[in-house]
Structure formats: C-alpha cells, structure tokens
C-alpha cells in the first residue's frame, strides 16, 4: 500500500507537469489538443537525440543515473519543443483558429498528433530505449517502501516546476494576460492584451512543461514512440478533473489519477490499469463535470 | 483473369464492411459535427458482440450462444449504440470535445477488455470457429465470397438510402442546423442535445454493423483486428471522401483502403527488407499527412458536401430548418 | 542498424552475383520460364517488425536452396513475401492476392497468431491451400484442428508452448523454488505458456504467488512487478518479448525482487540481456526450443552463415527455414503444385522411415533423386526431426540457457523429446 502510494506519487507529478499545459491549451486556445501529449515524446526523443549526437557521457551525479549532460539536453530538448509547437502552430492550428468550428481544430490535433508519433518512429526506431544503461536499486526506506534516489529528483523537480509555474501566472503581466484570456478572449482584448502574443506564450510554457514531463517521464521508465499516446488519457482526465484552465486543478487531477490508477492495481488485475483514467473522466463528466477542484482559487 | 475477379470480390467485401463504419461516422461528424475519436471502438463492440452471441459454446466462456447471424448482429448493433450512448449521455451536455476525449477512452477501454476479459472474449486467443453465415451452400469459397459481397452490398445500399433520407428529412435538417449553428436551432426550439444523441447513437450502431459483418467474414475475432490505428484509417475514408456527403464516403473507402493495401504490396516488393520494419511508419505519416492536409486545403474532401438540404427546395443554399417541425426531435 | 543494412546489402550483392554462389542448380532454376509461387505472409513493419524481415530471409533461403538443387516440379519456386503489418486485416488482404491473384498453393506465416488464424479460416483453408506458420503458438490452432476446423490445412514448425511450461515448472522445482511468481504478456504465447507453467508447478504438489498478465508496449511495468512482488516470491517466471521483458526485469530488479530468475523463450536475445545488464542475470535460466545438435541443424546454420554474413541468431529463423522446406519437399512429393495434395504429402517426407534429407541445395538435390526414384525420404531440418501430430503440432526438444558474466548466452542442457516426453506422461500435462 505504501509503496502503491509512493508511485501513484511519483506517476501523478508527470502528469501533472503535462496536465498544465493540457488545461492552458484547453483554457486559453479552446480546443482539445490531442497532440499535446505527443510533446511530451518529442521532448523525450530530442533530449535522447541530443545526447547521441553529440555523444555525451552519462556522468552520473552522485546516486542518480543522469548528471549535467541530460539536464543539459533537457534544456536544449524543451527548446526544440516549444519550436515544435509553434510551428504546428504557424502552418495547422494558426491557419485554422477563427474560420471553422474549434472541433476541426481538435480533428486536426488528432491527425498531428499522429503524424509527430510516426514521425518519431521513422526517425528513433519503434524499440524502448533508455537515457542510459545504468540500472538503480531502490532503497528501502521503510518497510514495505522502496524509493529509487531519481525519483526522488523526477518528484522534486516535477513539484518545483508546479510552483513556478503558479508564480509565474500570479504575479507577472503575462501570467495574468493569460489568465485573462481563459477567462474570456473579447474582454482580454477590449483591455489591450496582444490574443497572438498569449497564443504565443502558452504554446511557450506549454510546450516546454511537456519536454520536461517527457524527459521525467523517460528518466523514470523509458522512451517509446507511444509514450505520448498513453499518457494522453490520464492527462485529460487530469486536466477536466481539475477544471478546465485551472491550473492547480489539473495539478491536483494529475496526483489524484496518478494515486488511483496505482492503488486500483491493488484491487483489480493490473491488466485493466490503463482504463482508470477513463472511469474517473466518466465519472467526474457524469458527477462534477465543472471539476472536482473548481471551487480552488489559482491560475484561473 | 479469374484470380483477379475473385481477389476483387474480397477487396470488395472489406471496402464494403469499412464504407458502412465511414457512413456512420458520417452521419456523427458530417452531419452533426459531433467528433469521435475512437471509432475503432464501436466497431469493435459491434463485432464482439456479434461473436459471442453467434459462436459456438465453450467451456471456458461465457458466450457462445450459437445465434443466427443476423441476431448476432442485431446485438451487435445494440451493444455498440448502448457504448455509444454511455459516452454521449456523459458528455454531450458539456463542452464538444468532451465528446471526442471520452470516446478516445472507450477505443483504450475495450481494447483492454478485449485483451483481458478472456470469459467473454477469449482474451490475447480471441473467438475461434465462429461460423459464417450459409456457408456450407456454396461450393466454392469465390462462390460464397461473391454471395457474402452482395449480402453487404445490401445492407450498405440500405443503409445508405435510409441514410440519405434521413438527412433531407426535417430531422436531418436540424443536424445540420445544430451543426452550423447551435445557438440559433435553439433559438428555434429545437433541442440540440437530444437531436445530437440520437444521432451519435445511431452512428455507433453503424459502426457496430460493420464489425458484425466483419466477424460474419472472417470467422475469427481477436484483439489485434482493432488498433487504434484503423480509427485513423476510417478517419481518412472519410474526410478524404468529402464529410457530409455519403456518396464521398464511400468513393473514400475505395481510395484509402486501395492504396493503403496497394502501398503494402509496392513496399514488400520495392523496398528492401531491412528498410521495411519503417514502412509502417511511413504509412500512418501519409494518414496524418492526409487528415491534416485535407483540412487545411480541401476541407470539403474529393466530393464534398452537397449544398442541397431538401429534396424539396434545391436551390436552398444553408441549412433553414424552419419550414416543418420535426417529429422525430422531441420536445 | 547495422544488421539490417547489412541484410539489405546481402541480398542485392546476391541478386547481382545470381547463381554464382549456388552449386549450378541456380542455372538450372533459370532455364525454367515456369514458377510456381510460394507465398509468404509475415509482419515486416508493425510490432513484430524487429523479427520479422529476418524470418523473411530464413524463408527465402530455404526456396534458393531449392531452386539451386533444381527448382519445384520443373519449375522454379518463386519466394513472394508480403507484409501484414501486424494488422490482420492487412494480412488477410495479402493471402487474398497470394492466393486468388498469384496463384501460390503453400502459404508460409504469419507470425502473430491473431493474423494467421484469420488468415487460416477466411483464406487456406476455403481455398485448400496449405498454410505452414513459423511462429504463431496459440493453442487455440490445435482446438480448431480438433474441432475439424482446419480440414488438416494447417501445420506448424514450431512446438507448442504447453510443454515448455511443463519443462520450466521441472526446472523450478529442481532448484528448490518454491513461492515463483509468474510475469507474462498478455498475448496467445505469453497467456498459454504461463497456464501451462502454473499447472507444471500444481503437478509437483506447489503453486505459484501470482500471475500477472502485463500488456504490450507499456513504458512502465511498475505496477505489475509491484503485484507479483506482493506475494513475497523467492523467483520469477517471466514470459515476455525482448524489449518489453526487459522493462519489466530492470523493475523487477530495482524494485529488489530475488535474482531467481526463470526465462522464456523469446527471452534469448541478445537485446535483453543488454538491455537489462548481464550482471543481474547470472542466476537466471531460460528455455528455447533446442536447436537440437546434429548435422542437420550445423548444415542449416551453416548455409546461413555464408548467406548472410553472420550465425543465425534470433526467434524463427530455424522454424522459418523448415516451414518452407516441408512445404517445397511436400509439393515435390505430391507431384503436384496443389494445395490438398502438398497438405497429404507432408506427413510421408517428414517422420522416420525413408532417407534422411538435411537443409542444404545438396540435401534438397539428394530430395529430388530419391523421390524421382519413387523413394521414400525423411526431412531432418533446422530444428532436428520433424514429427507433426494430427493436428498439425511438433513436439520438440529443448534448450536450457544461462547467461555468463560477459553477457555471452550459455547453453546449460538439452532435454529431448522423449524426456519432455516423459515429463508430460508423469506430471499429467
């Protein structure tokens, strides 16, 4: 049980670092974005490309499997991915917001979020592979508790990240442009905010949160071209769970499925585990469809 | 030359099976604007369905109720319209994509079921020996392919004119009206909500026909017959056909199903092995490539939608449902 | 990907050198203008695209050494190899054409179970074309063929998995494990031999902690170790796929489960054992079908080595070779390029009685005289001594395997038929 709650930990605070920028496109550019999570794979797959290429040394800090040269790449990766996004940007979603209907917008997602998972498989391969070779034990920390030192760090990072995020769109002119503009588009622009320039900054930190989940997300398990398309499910659950461009809320959301996915194991064979996102989204749309945690004060 | 009739006869039963799953998404997104994002889905429901009611009995399952086909599909229809209307009654009230991210749930939900359930759907092993309808009647397998290609041909033609009716119909009239614009339909009484559902409903029905009659083909049904990429691949059907336009879906299944099986045979021939492992890759980039493309540049496909909305009134340019009250909407 | 290229480079570097390398069979192949086509229906793209263009060559080997001992029937054998992409719609659109439009009378695959039955009951077996699969191990074949599903069109190379788990479930006992917990994919394979497994261990009086089915291609298997660690196991049986299996064992291992391990199969792979890191699995052993020593098996290994350039490693390579082989000496036998009478003839060239044939253009050419001469002969292949059942299955020997220090795939024992036999007889399986 303990340990089910350590991982539920540890899986909810990635998907809450994806599940922000999940709930700011949902807010803020209303639509659904079905390629959000292929980010997350892009920005994983371009932090292992910047480490092949330039053929880094895993040089490990102290227990971690990783050292500066990931944490490097990572850098590198999340600017790649925030150029990612504003391209998709630029030549699909661009071209389409404001002449047709927002769910061709989402139709369209669902086709880029294709064409970017097929495009990662053509240029890695279809195989899992991994930042490095290097394999951690856990450590017991208590009984029935077993906690590897990345973890740790993926937690603390994850964690770090939420809250500066939450500063950022509290207490800066942009930050509360943006929450503006997920209020209500017209009234944001009668009061002289730039629509393209928030357009441009949630794409920004959207994207840049997606990279960084993704590299977590593969320093904790692995890389695969479908890490994106299985993540997608607990991250819009997370995301509507939490209310709709309420960015605690989707913090929230994403412990919250990231604890019951691991706890149901417990309960029912873990075959089905990819479901339970699934059952909270329906139950959360058929009970509380506004969110559990709309009533939370934050980045709406 | 007779190979090749007989190859083209089963080609054509599988563009047949999928232009029916294409008309009912048609009829959720060309007509009502309601976006399904897990097709596969439905199809898959339909086809379990169908499976367990018509199998033979085993010991290790719960199903295998050996019922006459066409009950088998029957059911098969009615479990995919009740998935359907699990999902449009969760959502349909809410924001639109609701819509498309719990029906994407429902395409990861029963796969799992599928793979899991073993009881009911014989899990990784899948249904074996199902039986295909009349089978034992015909001599040669060209002989009962070519009876099973006019069977779905029927019920592709049946579907379509009902189809085709409905939508000139005043009930057809308020999807589109819906569709174009919410805020007046309602304005005009109509109920949005209960219109939409019916025909999300109804849609997955379709869908779940198709699987059936998938099932009735092949004999067989196992979890790998529906990964999630063939929701794309029924997406492309459609759009690149033209929405909204059954005609366009069905010239649509043609195309996309004829080059996705054509492209197969040009890779495993052209290409050299070690390079094939990608192909697959390559292929649902082009899928990709055509959602996203038709989209931006030919957002009415190869045919489009026909600007006629009533039989009646031809020269009628956008959709004004005023002029008869529809029986079918309720309220 | 070095190997693949390399593949790639082979087969052009043969295309252009023809016949050369062959023993002048090949010219002899050319001369013919006639062909009959030998289909091949196997996953190039899709998840099974890592094994699959290898188990392509394997086929494609065995038709060149046919054609090099003087083709089929008078005619050439035409290898025509298609991708189903792992969806079996695909492949059932594949066999169509091979079948209707090409005309091919043996159809060679698939490799997932869930394209070949499709496969078996919507195109062989209406068409009586006879279908021979490297790789599909789902028993629900053997229930079709019981129930009379197959019309006996059906074979495979490869033996079953039931009793491998049998063999296993042995191996555990005799190591003294006493609480094993089972990790297997929840495929047709990973589902029947973990069955199988479980009821080996109930046979002997013990039982497993617990059996956790794990699906394909998940980034993480945390749960499912988690759920099989939960049962404080002292050993893992774990049933899975290179690249999935070793997610899950670093897990496994991290998460501190015992280093006991006991390995599938499809586990003996050099990318697991990598992938995982060789020092966590110097404790563990493995199973495989026995490329049972003998000059059969060294003819076939050989002939690959000088083909394409390195040792035949990986799954369904030795199955592949003999699929095509039973199918091409079959036809030979039968006289005919006919789908019923190649499926009558493949029990007379396998099984004792009759002269020993071995892989090989010589041993195929030795294949033609004697059955020119109205002989009898036995096809010994790359998997030692073919025997099918009636409903199409072989049994086989097994390969125990370990994992040395330097990562280098050890061979422990070897348990032949007659003991897996044996076995089988005692623990009730």
Not at chain 2, 136 to 163: C, K, Q, R
Not at chain 3, 185 to 212: K, P
């Amino acid at each position: 049980m303990l340990q089910a709650l350590a991982d539920g930990l540890l899986t909810g605070s990635i998907y809450a670092l994806g599940a922000i920028g999940l709930t700011l496109t949902m807010g803020i550019l209303r639509f659904a974005n079905f390629a959000h999570a292929e980010m997350m794979t892009w920005g994983a797959y371009m932090a292992l490309g910047v480490l092949t290429l330039f053929s880094l040394p895993t040089a490990p800090l102290g227990p971690l499997t990783f050292g500066w040269p990931l944490i490097l790449a990572t850098v590198i990766a999340a600017g790649l991915t925030v150029v990612l996004a504003l391209i998709v940007d630029r030549f699909v979603f661009g071209k389409l917001r404001g002449k047709v209907g927002h769910l061709t917008l989402v139709f369209a997602s669902f086709g880029v979020a294709l064409l970017i998972r097929n495009l990662i498989n053509l240029i890695f391969g279809g195989r899992a592979q991994y930042y490095t070779s290097e394999l951690q034990i856990a450590v017991p920390v208590a009984p029935g508790l077993r906690i590897m030192p990345d973890q740790v760090v993926v937690f603390a990072t994850a964690i770090a990240l939420v809250i500066a995020v939450h500063l950022f769109l509290q207490n800066t002119r942009l930050g509360l442009a943006m929450r503006a503009v997920s209020e209500s588009p017209p009234l944001a622009q009668v009061n002289g905010i730039s629509l393209a320039r928030v357009v441009r900054w949630t794409w920004i930190v959207g994207g840049a949160l997606a990279a960084v989940a993704g590299v977590l997300y593969g320093v904790s398990v692995q890389l695969r071209p479908e890490l994106g398309f299985h993540l997608l499910l607990p991250l819009f659950a997370a995301a509507i769970a939490g209310g709709v461009g309420n960015v605690i809320g989707a913090v929230l959301g994403g412990f919250l499925i990231g604890l019951i996915e691991s706890v149901s194991v417990l309960v029912i064979p873990a075959g089905y585990k990819l479901a339970i996102p699934f059952l909270v989204l329906l139950a959360v749309l058929y009970f509380r469809p506004t969110g559990i945690f709309a009533g939370t004060t934050g980045g709406k | 030359m007779l190979g090749v009739a007989l190859y083209l006869v089963f080609f054509l039963i599988v563009v047949t099976i999928y232009a029916i799953v294409v008309m009912g998404l048609n009829l959720q997104w060309g007509f009502t604007g309601l976006f399904n994002a897990g097709v596969v889905a439905f199809y898959a429901i339909g086809a379990y369905g169908t499976a367990v009611l018509i199998g033979p009995a085993r010991d290790r399952l719960i199903g295998g109720f050996e019922m006459p086909f066409l009950v088998g599909l029957a059911g098969g229809m009615a479990l995919a319209a009740l998935a359907g209307l699990i999902v449009a009654l969760a959502t349909l009230k809410l924001r639109e994509e609701y819509l498309a991210i719990a029906t994407f749930g429902i395409a990861i939900t029963i796969q799992l079921v599928a793979l899991n359930f073993e009881a009911l759907t014989g899990g990784a092993n899948g249904l074996i020996g199902l039986p295909r309808p009349m089978f034992d009647l015909f001599a040669t397998p060209g002989g009962y392919n070519l009876f099973y290609l006019i069977f779905v041909l029927a019920v592709a033609v049946v579907i379509y004119a009902a189809l085709e009716r409905a939508v000139r119909s005043p009930w057809g009239r308020v999807l589109r009206a819906i569709r174009e614009d919410v805020t007046a339909a309602r304005s005009l009484g109509k109920n949005p909500t209960t219109t939409r559902l019916q025909a999300f409903v109804l849609g997955s029905a379709i869908m779940g026909l198709g699987g059936g009659l998938y099932v009735g083909f092949i004999g067989f049904v196992s979890p790998i017959d529906f990964l999630p990429i063939l929701t794309f691949q029924i997406w492309a059907m459609l759009i690149v056909g033209g929405s909204g336009n059954n005609r366009g879906a069905v010239l649509g299944c043609l195309v996309v199903w004829g080059l996705w099986t054509a492209s197969g045979y040009v890779i495993s021939n052209a290409v050299p092995p070690g390079l094939q492992s990608q192909a697959g890759a390559v292929q649902a980039i082009i899928i990709g490539l055509v959602i996203v493309l038709t989209l931006l540049f030919r957002p009415r496909g190869l045919i489009g939608e026909e600007d006629v909305v009533s039989a009646h009134a031809r020269d009628d340019e956008v959709t004004t449902p005023q002029e008869e009250i529809p029986a079918q909407q309720g309220q | 990907m070095p190997r693949t290229n390399f593949t790639a480079l082979a087969a052009m570097a043969a295309l252009a050198a023809g016949g050369v390398s062959l023993p002048g069979g090949a010219a002899r192949a050319q001369d013919q203008d006639c062909q009959h086509p030998i289909g091949a229906v196997l996953s190039l793209s899709g998840s099974m695209a890592a094994i699959g263009s290898a188990i392509g060559d394997a086929g494609e080997l065995a038709v060149e050494h046919m054609n090099a001992a003087g083709g089929l029937l008078g005619c050439e054998a035409d290898y025509r190899l298609r991708d189903d992409q792992g969806q079996p719609s695909v492949g059932v659109d594949a066999a169509q054409s091979l079948v209707e439009v090409e005309g091919a009378e043996i159809l060679l695959g698939a490799i997932q179970s869930g394209v070949s039955m499709p496969i078996l009951s919507s195109v062989t077996v209406p068409n009586e074309v006879t279908q021979i699969s490297c790789c599909s191990s789902a028993p629900s074949f053997t229930e079709l063929a019981r129930e009379g599903g197959t019309d006996g069109y059906w074979f495979r190379t490869l033996p079953t998995v039931r009793p491998q788990g049998f063999v296993m479930a042995d191996l555990a006992n005799e190591r003294g494990y006493e609480r094993t917990a089972v990790i297997y994919v929840n495929s047709d394979y990973g589902l029947s031999l973990a069955r199988a497994f479980e009821e080996g261990i109930e046979a002997q009086g013990g039982s497993v902690t617990d059996m956790v089915p794990y699906n394909q291609e998940q980034a993480s298997y945390r749960a499912e170790v988690s759920q099989a660690l939960r049962g404080d196991p002292d050993s893992l049986f774990l049933v899975a796929f290179p690249a999935d299996g070793a997610t899950a064992m670093r897990e496994w291992i991290s998460l501190g489960g015992p280093q006991n391990l006991l390995l599938s199969n499809a586990l003996r792979a050099e990318e697991f054992v990598s992938a995982v890191g060789a020092q966590y699995l110097t404790d563990a052993v493995g199973i495989d079908n026995a490329q049972v020593e003998g000059p059969s098996v060294e003819a076939f290994n050989q002939s690959w080595e000088e083909r394409y350039g390195e040792p035949p490693a990986g799954p369904g390579l030795h199955t592949m070779y003999d699929a095509a082989a039973v199918g091409l000496l079959a036809a030979q036998a039968a006289g005919e390029y006919d789908g019923t009478a190649i499926r009558d003839a493949v029990r007379e060239i396998t099984g004792p009685g009759g002269e020993v044939i071995h892989p090989g253009p010589e041993g195929f050419a030795r294949a033609h005289e004697v059955l020119a001469e109205g002989g009898d002969i036995s096809y010994v292949g790359a998997t030692g001594p073919i025997v099918f059942d009636e409903f199409g299955d072989v049994t086989g020997p097994y390969l125990i395997w370990g994992v040395g220090e330097d990562g280098a795939l050890t061979e422990v024992e070897t348990w032949q038929v007659e003991r897996v036999n044996e076995l089988m007889a005692a623990t009730g399986g």
